[in-house]
Structure formats: structure tokens, C-alpha cells
């Protein structure tokens, strides 16, 4: 068994990536929404926070009734409890990396989690 997973990953308007890297700790989606377009649904999570990248485009999300302008380079961490819901301008897209992570699960990170070879 190999010690690592690649893709490569298309244009396509949303790609999950837990299932096609084989993740155990994360999910991790790829989303593009044309402009004037929306997420269809209000939602929240059980137990997951979400962890928002914008890569190109811009927007807005509604979190818990509180608009919150969106554009490329901005990063936003939504608790799972909170609803959310996106929507991109009318006359731009929004391409955006969102990562799933069960709030309050991170024990160790970059330095502390590392084991120095040589």
C-alpha cells in the first residue's frame, strides 16, 4: 500500500475529495458557482467546522442572519452549529475550497506533530 494518494483535479462545479484521496481526518470539497448563482440550501453541521477558502470570484455567505462579504484571498471559519449559505455576484463566479474538520480535534500541528528525520 502506498504512503500517499494524487488527483488531479478538472473544472467541474464541485468534487469531494474524501472519498478519491482516501481521507481519514478531513473532507475537503472543490466548488465553482457561476455568477448569480447560490448554494440551493441553508445548512449547518453536527460536529464539523468549516474552513472556507475563496480562490477566485466574489460574493457573500449569510451566517446566522449576518452578511459577510466574500473575494479572493479571504479565508473564514464557520462553527458548526452556525447556518450558512452562499451566494456569488451577479456578475462573477466564485471558485472556493472548503474543508470539513470535527471541531475541537486538533491535538497537535506543523512543529509539534512533525518527527524530524534528519
Known sequence: MNNYKKLNVN????????????????????????????????????QNEEI??????????????????????????????ANRQFFTSENKGLKYICIQVKENSLEGYTQSDAVIIE
Open 11 to 46: 473544472q467541474s462545479a464541485r468534487i469531494e475529495l474524501h472519498d478519491e484521496l482516501q481521507l481519514t481526518g478531513a473532507e475537503i470539497s472543490i466548488n465553482f458557482l457561476p455568477a448569480g448563482a447560490s448554494v440551493p440550501f441553508v445548512h449547518s453541521h453536527k
Open 52 to 81: 472556507y477558502a475563496i480562490l477566485e470570484g466574489c460574493g457573500k455567505t449569510v451566517i446566522n442572519g449576518e452578511t459577510v462579504s466574500l473575494s479572493a484571498g479571504d479565508w473564514l471559519r464557520i462553527s458548526p452549529s
